[in-house]
């Protein structure tokens, strides 16, 4: 009998033969420098080329559907706000047009278009977060100081308005909490204007460095068909093609009358991504001065409505949708007529849009999966809820 030897080629080039090798399965997190939270990756590696990868989430949950059901209609504001830190206003406006929709609650014209105001210009606070951490996820650390510089200058006005910089609790059901500040829209007009001068320090250092370029172009690759498959949203589907904006067509509070200018890319990769997040601060910049210019010609009027002691919504369901930040972020509200929502389901960007993973890692090598991880530009609050 003669004995058969099976050997496994390895290594790359031709005819290469090494010793034989196994598959090893490495965790990148639950608490990991480059992962944005507590989100761990379950990763089977071939050498350094990744074989099979799994999002493992759930390290966050804190069960805020189930909250939502023991909190009044105001009190859920405040749960809403903390899934995605970075979003907070964005997210608590959700829940306002929800149950304002139940209510058929006609909210007054000068909270309308102030509400669009602060959306934007939370939308460009998020977006500036990640155009600053991104780079330095890859080894560059100096945008990040240029990232927080206009970050702060517009914190300044969010923290004057509503005395909060993260969490802000500005949103009632009726409309906002209290009027504008008086001089306030003239110095967030300035604030508005200054960011957009130094908007291009930021992307000169970033775009104009050939090593970003070299490890974003042609990397983390997401088609047209895996943006639909996984409901995948916001920047990273318009930066696949996908020329989908709930502010331009299905316009809610002011969007229907302003010039929405959808930012979009075909390329789908992590440079692609990062063009459409930098280019659209420079649209919700020039919305929140069209938002400024109609505040500024508005009468003077209520900025809410008086509601009663006990908020009480009529029985039904109702689902409201926004553009935030990070994607499509929705909730579901079923009511039974009582004081607190028999049912309030979240749908979340980041929770969407981590999934596609499992299908765009496999096949890269580990040192970029550090780079496609942080263009995906998730907080993981907004994964876990």
């Not at 669009?116 to 998020?126: G, S």
């Not at 090593?211 to 990273?236: D, H, K, M």
């Not at 949708?321 to 980041?350: C, D, H, I, M, Q």
């Not at 090598?365 to 780079?371: Q, R, V």
Request: glycine residues 8%; proline residues 5%.
């Amino acid at each position: 009998m003669r004995n058969v030897t099976t050997q496994r080629t390895v290594g790359i080039g031709a005819g290469a033969k090494e010793l034989a090798t196994e598959d090893m399965i490495l965790n990148i997190g639950p608490q990991h420098p480059s992962t944005h939270g507590v989100l761990r990756l379950r990763l089977t590696l071939d050498g350094e080329r990744i074989v099979a990868a799994e999002p493992v989430v759930g390290y966050m949950h804190r069960g805020a559907e189930k909250l939502f059901e023991v909190r009044d209609f105001r009190q859920i504001i405040v749960l809403a706000n903390r899934h995605d830190w970075l979003s907070a206003f964005s997210s608590e406006l959700g829940v306002v047009l929800a149950v304002e929709r139940m209510l058929g609650m006609e909210v007054p014209r000068r909270a309308v278009w102030a509400r669009t105001l602060l959306a934007e210009l939370n939308r460009v606070l998020n977006h500036l977060m990640f155009l600053g951490s991104y780079p330095l996820e890859i080894g560059a650390i100096t945008p990040i100081f240029y990232a927080f510089r206009e970050r702060e200058t517009l914190q300044h006005v969010m923290e004057e308005i509503s005395g909060g910089r993260m969490h802000y609790m500005f949103n009632r059901v009726g409309g906002l909490k209290e009027e504008l500040p008086a001089g306030w829209t003239t110095r967030t007009r300035t604030a508005v204007a200054d960011v957009r001068a130094r908007m291009s320090d930021l992307s000169d250092l970033i775009l104009g460095n050939e090593i970003f370029r070299a490890r974003t172009r042609g990397v983390g690759t997401i088609t047209r068909e895996q943006i639909l498959q996984y409901g995948v949203s916001g920047p990273i589907a318009r930066a696949a093609g996908v020329d989908f904006d709930l502010r331009r067509d299905e316009p809610y509070l002011a969007y229907g009358e302003l010039p929405v200018r959808v930012v979009t890319r075909t390329e789908g990769d992590c440079l692609a991504r990062f063009e459409c997040l930098l280019d659209q601060v420079h649209v919700s910049l020039d919305l929140a001065d069209a938002c400024l210019d109609r505040l500024a010609d508005l009468p003077p009027g209520p900025i809410n409505q008086r509601l009663p002691k006990v908020l009480k919504v009529p029985e039904g369901h109702t689902y409201a949708w926004t553009e935030n930040p990070l994607g499509l972020n929705g909730y579901f509200l079923v009511s039974r007529g009582e004081k607190t929502p028999w049912r309030l389901k979240l749908r979340s960007a980041s929770f969407n849009n981590i999934q596609v993973l499992a299908e765009l890692l496999p096949g890269c090598l580990i040192a970029d999966m550090i780079a496609i991880l942080g263009s995906m530009f998730f907080v993981v609050g907004d994964i876990d809820k």
